[in-house]
């Protein structure tokens, strides 16, 4: 896990099939969730969203950078964005 903490620290999903790989990643290996520090995210990506940011409990960064079209699917975006702290009722702030 000693590789894994640096590679996983910055996460960038800029490609449809990058979510579906880090989500199988994450089901096999919960732990390393826990060394996402920050997610940049340039589009919706379905259900994937859900799992990848419910499985980070230590993100202090997201990204958003959406260009979105009537087709793509934004449920696990969005059910992803509240376990992390981030819905319509609360804004972190940087310390």
Do not use: H
């Not at 894994?4 to 990643?25: C, E």
């Amino acid at each position: 896990f000693q590789l894994a903490k640096p590679l996983y620290s910055v996460i960038i999903l800029r490609t449809t099939p990058q979510p579906g790989a880090l989500r199988a990643i994450l089901e096999a290996q919960q732990e390393i969730g826990r060394f996402m520090k920050e997610v940049r995210v340039e589009g919706a990506f379905g259900d994937a969203m859900e799992t990848i940011l419910c499985s980070a409990p230590n993100i202090t960064d997201v990204f958003f950078t959406l260009n979105l079209w009537p087709r793509d699917d934004v449920r696990g975006l969005c059910r992803g964005l509240s376990p992390i702290g981030m819905n319509e009722n609360r804004k972190r702030k940087r310390g």
